[in-house]
């Protein structure tokens, strides 16, 4: 045997050996004889007693006798796990972030989400990975780029994710017009205001219907069904107007649109510069006839 095992480990198993023998033989001897005397109840109650005494003897000695290898045992499971651990980490994180994603109800397949500057449609989510369409940026429009991206759960752990509005939904939509002309503020804004109004006509019920909707179901003041001016200077001082419109998701960009070209057109913004550069090419234009007519008459005279 000690071929395979160390001497140590032999040793214990002889003296494990030899204890079993031995509380079996006590046992064995000690129930005989207490069966001897008393009556039935008695005896019964007297052998519980003695297997109870051999049992935790016997509890008591083999954790003597192997309480070393135990130790050694349990460090090397120790070990083992925290290697596991560290080798798994990813998976485990994976995993950790599916269970928020299904815990919290973060998002679901089909969703519109944002985190990590990665903007796409949630079109595939398993336990250890999400699959998103990629989407351009909010400015530039709602229809995907043709490519997916999948991302591991344990970003769910690391950052913020924010669930957008999906493009059949009324949502606000805010943007800034920046004024280069200088132009009354009250006008400006009673124009926008005013194409604001024309444009949006068309849904202002179901708009403000919907709002009542979403604000009644989250249980929060949400932006709209009005829609807001706010009037501003930027670093150089020149005119701002925050607008916050509400909308639908899918109509924002062109509702922004149609919104500052009515503005514009209004205040009469790009006109006095339209003019001008008009101007200047009639000018330029008088001093090409000219500078012709005169070269002309120059070359009249030399050939007289």
Known sequence: ????????????????????????????????LLSRFGDPARQRHRR???????????????????????????????????????????????????????????????DRIEFGGIHGEVI????????IMELPPLNVGHAGTGRTIMLPNSVLLTGAVRVEAQPRHYAPHR???????????????????????????????????????????????????????????????????????????KEARAHEQAITLDALSSLGVGVGAAAERLGETKAWAEIARQLREGAAKGREQAAA
């Open 1 to 32: 045997m000690s071929f395979f095992i160390s001497s140590r480990i032999a040793d214990h198993i002889t003296w494990t050996l030899v204890l079993f023998c031995t509380v079996f033989v006590l046992r064995f001897v000690g129930e005989a």
């Open 48 to 110: 519980f007693i003695l297997r109870t005494l051999c049992n935790m003897t016997l509890a008591v000695a083999l954790l003597g006798i192997w309480l070393a290898e135990i130790h050694d045992m349990l460090l090397s499971l120790t070990a083992v796990l925290v290697a596991m651990v560290v080798a798994t980490k990813e998976l485990i994180m994976c995993a950790a972030g599916s269970v928020l994603r299904l815990s919290g109800h973060l998002f679901k397949i089909g």
């Open 124 to 131: 595939d989510h398993g336990l250890f990975s999400t699959t």
């Open 175 to 249: 943007f800034t017009l920046t004024l280069e002309a200088p132009v009354p503020p009250r006008k400006a804004v009673e124009a926008i205001r005013t194409a604001a109004a024309a444009t949006l006509a068309p849904d202002r019920e179901l708009a403000a219907r919907f709002h009542q909707f979403a604000a009644r179901k989250s249980g929060v003041e949400i932006a709209g069904p009005e829609t807001e001016v706010m009037v501003g200077t930027n670093d150089i001082g020149k005119l701002q107007f925050q607008v916050v419109i509400y909308c639908l998701v």
